[in-house]
């Protein structure tokens, strides 16, 4: 088996929560960045954007993001908003994987998101392959407008995936897989 195929054989999400210090260097994460830039794109648009939470700032706006669900609902928990409050804390490092997917005359809005999901994918595997854990997740500030905002979306852009990155802080098994037999089929004439 080749390196590249043993490597993507052997990825897996690890939780975010076991995702330690160290965060990636600069030259590392700019490495990832590169290689999860590197996807299909139709007509060269880069319909996607990142955002690169880090050192205090994932604590600030994990801070941010509790007072606005408190904001939202007066009623949510205690204990869920202390929860929210440490979302982007629990991991070395997150990036924000913008989706600007729009309408375009020759490009369908869908191959660009497509390519927002290829390159949350191409970053995951980037991490792995220099050492590092990634968990590909979004959640409900994903798809709540003001804390998109507070996260500096411009209207039309969405979250792809905020993509937690570290060092795993334990080895985690492998989940169940689905059977070839399961999600293949073979088309006919």
């Known amino acids: 088996m080749t390196e590249t195929l043993h490597l993507l054989a052997a990825r897996r999400s690890v939780p975010a929560n ?4 160290p965060a990636p260097s600069q030259d590392e994460l700019d490495r990832m960045l590169t290689v999860a830039a590197r996807v299909p ?3 060269k648009l880069a319909p996607w954007r990142f955002i690169v939470i880090e050192g205090e700032g994932r604590a600030e706006l994990g801070a941010r993001l509790a007072a606005l669900m408190k904001e939202i609902d007066p009623e949510t928990p205690e204990a ?3 929860a929210q409050s440490k979302v982007f804390s629990q991991s070395a490092l997150v990036v924000a994987v913008v989706s600007r997917a729009a309408p375009h005359v020759k ?3 869908w191959e660009q998101v497509l390519s927002a999901g290829a390159v949350c994918m191409n970053l995951s595997i980037a991490a792995t392959a ?3 854990g990634a968990q590909w997740l979004t959640g409900w500030a994903a798809y709540e407008k003001r804390a998109l905002e507070a996260l500096g979306l ?3 852009e969405r979250i792809a995936g905020f993509i937690h990155i570290g060092a795993p802080t334990e080895r985690w098994p492998d989940r169940p897989r689905p ?3 399961d999600v293949v089929t073979r088309w006919r004439a």
């Open 80 to 82: 869920k908003v202390q």
């Open 154 to 156: 411009q209207p039309g």
């Open 107 to 109: 490009i369908p809005e």
């Open 18 to 21: 076991a995702l330690g210090e």
């Open 41 to 43: 794109d139709h007509g």
């Open 179 to 181: 059977a070839l037999s």
């Open 130 to 132: 220099l050492g590092y």
